[in-house]
Structure formats: structure tokens, C-alpha cells
């Protein structure tokens, strides 16, 4: 599976934006789908998760209530809309892909990760 992620940028405080990670493959559909982030100096941490049937989603305490990931199976497209952005979430993002969620919210376990997307929140 080949993930090709877009949609990063500078933006301010209070600003939003949408990341977005197509994947290459037609069973798209039959991976869990998940989003990580890697600020300078610190280790890569889990953001928000998907599952591939149901949609049931899972968040990082740090973006809950701020930041929702959702999936269109028909566009092999995994999405990650982030609202109320703070100078704390700049990092570069990245999605990723694995058979399960349980694996896809972790690092070290998730089979495959699509190119890292910088955000900078300006205070």
C-alpha cells in the first residue's frame, strides 16, 4: 500500500486545516487508517485512528474534541480535519496503515506510513 499525503501548512493559532492521505491500493477498504505526528526533538505520537468497517474512531487525549479523522472507502481517502489548531500541534503529520487498529495506533507496529506533511501553528 502506498499512502501519499497532502495538506499541510503555516497557520495561526485558532485556524484549521485538513490533511488528507490517498491510498494506492483497492483494498483500501480493508485497512484500519491512522494519523501520527513527530514534533522536533520528540518521538513520533499516535494522533487519531479509524477503523475500516464500522468507522469507530479513536483520538489522542492531546486532540479530542479538536481533531476528527474520518474515511471515504469509495476515494480510498483518509482524512484529518484539525480545528481550534494550538502553537503545541506543530509537527510534521503522517498517515498510516496496518490490517488493524489496534496495530495503527501504535509506532512500532504499523506496516505502512505515507510521507510526512509539516504544520506549523503560529501563536
Known amino acids: 500500500v502506498q499512502l501519499q499525503a497532502s495538506g499541510g501548512g503555516l497557520v495561526q493559532a485558532g485556524d484549521s486545516l485538513r490533511h488528507s492521505c490517498a491510498a494506492s491500493?483497492?483494498?483500501?477498504?480493508?485497512?484500519?487508517m491512522g494519523w501520527f505526528r513527530q514534533a522536533p526533538g520528540k518521538e513520533r505520537e499516535f494522533v487519531a485512528a479509524?477503523?475500516?468497517?464500522?468507522?469507530?474512531?479513536f483520538y489522542a487525549d492531546s486532540v479530542k474534541g479538536r481533531f476528527t479523522i474520518s474515511r471515504d472507502n469509495a476515494k480510498n481517502t483518509v482524512y484529518l480535519q484539525m480545528n481550534s489548531l494550538k502553537p503545541e500541534d506543530t509537527a510534521v503529520y503522517y498517515c498510516?496503515?496496518?490490517?488493524?487498529?489496534?496495530?495503527?495506533?501504535?509506532?512500532?507496529?504499523?506496516?505502512?506510513w505515507g510521507q510526512g506533511t509539516l504544520v506549523t501553528v503560529s501563536s
Open positions: 491500493q483497492r483494498t483500501f477498504s480493508s485497512y484500519a
Open positions: 479509524i477503523t475500516w468497517s464500522l468507522g469507530i474512531t
Open positions: 498510516a496503515a496496518d490490517m488493524t487498529v489496534k496495530s495503527v495506533r501504535r509506532s512500532d507496529l504499523v506496516d505502512y
